[in-house]
């Protein structure tokens, strides 16, 4: 081998190793490769008698003159040159993505080393002799061998590579064709040749031998292919029907699996799940929690058509099967709440969700849950209850109030007014009858006459509510804490939060806290025999708070709490969602303490 082929080999061997790197080791690998197609490219330019630049002369040059084959000396033979072109392009190509085309370029390469290993087995100089040149070497031939099948072989998942390397049955059958393609005419010629050189038979002989065993050879590796082809198919199917089987059984123990957890989410829902027929409502399905909640074996909802309707109280049977069977005629999902009878005689409120499956703009089938709602209708009758009973109170209160301030109203004009108009009639008819007294008795009458008016001012403006609209209720419980405070000697401080009128929009709630400190001080005037009180309104986080506090001479809040005053009081509150509290004692005087929402 020439040196200068070696190194060549040398050099497309590492522009191989480096064909898939990146950065500077791909440049080198490009570099190497352009290096032995320049090789290649000057070798032929001298075989061709173009420029002889000696480039295979250039290492060992002593040595190369004393190697003589043929009488001549050791170069780079025309095809070795070509075939060193063809493999540093095909590397340029692969470098740049180009595998496939460095495949067929890789093709007459493996050609030629082919030949040359054939000619040198079978002593055939001809083979591998180009005219007068020194012939390829033998080894040079193998390592041009792998040279082009490590080409080939580099992307052989693509290309023509990719039908000879892939696992289906055709690339199989390649994988056993091709080595056998190249040993069986190579063995077979080396025995012909064998022959004739003996002179055993004429070449014609030899020839037919050869073509017949040939014939042979390949129909023997026909049938072993498709044998072995046949094998792998019925291999194939066999493990396909085994995972078809495989994913059968998977499938149905998934189904299975479903089935059992649909069953189980269904029995485990609180409620009644259920399917039915769109046109008969005959059911086709229930849940295991009919029998709980309404105690009839669910085999009933099945087998008896008219069963759901025929244990609907009577008095909701017909408007809610007509409800349902339009809705289900609109194909609309409804919800609707009925009663039904369970099996220990029992009414359930049952609420009923339904869905509708159409097909064909046609209902053919529902689905639904019904929830138990008994509790919850309970719960919503003892509330009613409830409000009928506080708002039956309030009434209560309330005309107990009227009944009251009529009483008092009565007595004052009674026991008040009435007196002092009774004497004024006394001292006018004095005043008619004696002419000397009637104008001590005018003067007299005069003065009753005032008092009586001062009197029905009082009364009225206890009685009428007071104008929170002009004046807002800061001045009109001032007014109220100056009035009681003057006709009754008691000393009456009046607490006001700065801020309580700026949150306080509702002239409502300002007439109900007004009301309410009106009441107590009538209370606080009449039993308390207080000589200080002490009234807070304050404004805290969300709340309005009212603090009603006396020295009085209190009672006991267990025996006395239930009096119409402090009954109205809370009334007031509680309709504005409020709280009231009330502490006192004998001896201790009285506070009473409101809180309502300012909102």
């Known amino acids: 081998m020439n040196p ?48 002889d630049a000696g480039i295979d002369r250039l290492l060992f040059a002593e040595q190369l003159q004393s190697t003589i084959y043929n009488g001549t000396t050791n170069h780079i033979v025309p095809h070795a040159a070509v075939s060193f072109f063809i493999c540093g392009t095909a590397l340029l190509l692969l470098i740049h993505g180009r595998a496939i085309t460095a495949q067929w370029m890789a093709l007459p390469v493996n050609a030629l080393s082919i030949l040359s290993i054939i000619g040198y087995s079978y002593h055939i100089s001809s083979y591998y002799v180009v005219t007068s040149f020194t012939p390829m070497s033998f080894h040079g031939g193998i390592t041009f061998m792998f040279l082009s099948m490590t080409l080939l072989l580099a992307e052989s998942t693509k290309g023509f590579m990719g039908e000879i390397t892939n696992m289906h049955a055709g690339g199989k059958a390649a994988r056993i064709l091709l080595p056998a393609l190249v040993a069986i005419p190579a063995l077979l010629g080396y025995y012909i040749l064998k022959g004739i050189s003996k002179g055993n038979f004429s070449v014609v002989v030899w020839m037919s031998l050869f073509v017949c065993a040939v014939i042979f050879m390949f129909g023997l590796l026909v049938w072993a292919t498709a044998r072995f082809i046949n094998k792998s198919e019925e291999k194939r199917l066999l493990e396909k029907q085994k995972a078809d089987e495989e994913r059968r059984q998977m499938t149905e123990y998934k189904i299975k699996q479903s089935q059992e957890r649909y069953f189980t989410l269904m029995n485990s829902v609180d409620g009644i799940v259920w399917e039915a027929d769109a046109q008969t409502f005959a059911f086709t399905f229930i849940s295991k929690q009919a029998e709980q909640i309404l105690g009839y074996p669910a085999e009933r909802w099945v087998t008896e058509p008219t069963f759901w309707a025929d244990h609907i109280i009577e008095e909701d049977r017909k408007w809610a099967v007509n409800f349902c069977a339009a ?41 639904g849950i019904m929830v138990d709602i008994t509790e919850q209708k309970k719960m919503e009758q003892e509330l009613s209850e409830k409000e009928r009973s506080k708002q039956k109170l309030i009434t209560e209160i309330t005309i107990l ?146 603090m009603i506090n006396d020295n009085g001479v209190g009672f006991d809040t267990q025996l006395q709490s239930n009096g119409i005053g402090l009954k109205n009081i809370n009334s007031r509150v509680h309709f504005y969602a409020g709280k009231m509290s009330l502490t006192s004692a004998p001896g201790e005087g009285c506070t009473l303490e409101i809180s309502v929402p300012k909102d």
């Open 4 to 51: 200068m082929e070696a190194v060549s080999f040398i050099l497309c061997g590492i522009a191989f190793l480096l064909h898939q790197q990146k950065g500077y080791k791909r440049i080198l690998a490009i570099t190497l490769a352009s290096l032995v197609i320049l090789i290649a490219l000057l070798r032929i330019a001298a075989i061709i008698g173009l420029y």
């Open 327 to 367: 809705a289900t005629a609109q194909g609309k999902p409804h919800q609707f709440e009925y009663r039904m009878i369970a099996a220990d005689g029992r009414i359930l409120w049952l609420r009923d969700f339904v869905s509708v499956l159409m097909e064909n703009r046609k209902p053919v089938k529902l689905s």
């Open 401 to 546: 109030a009227q009944e009251k301030e009529r009483n008092e109203l009565g007595l004052e004009l009674h026991d008040n007014i009435n007196q002092l108009l009774s004497v004024v009639k006394l001292y006018l008819g004095r005043a008619k009858t004696e002419k000397a007294l009637s104008e001590e008795m005018i003067d007299k009458s005069y003065l009753h006459l005032e008092e009586a008016i001062r009197d029905i001012r009082k009364l009225s403006h206890s009685l009428v509510a007071p104008s929170l609209g002009h004046d807002g209720l800061k001045e009109a419980l001032e007014d109220l804490t100056r009035s009681v405070q003057d006709l009754n000697k008691i000393d009456i401080r009046l607490l006001l939060d700065e801020d309580f009128e700026l949150a306080l929009q509702d002239k409502k709630k300002e007439l109900m806290l007004y009301r309410i400190v009106q009441e107590q001080l009538t209370n606080i005037v009449k039993y308390a025999n207080a000589t200080e009180v002490v009234i807070c309104l304050e404004l805290q986080e969300n709340n309005l708070t009212l």
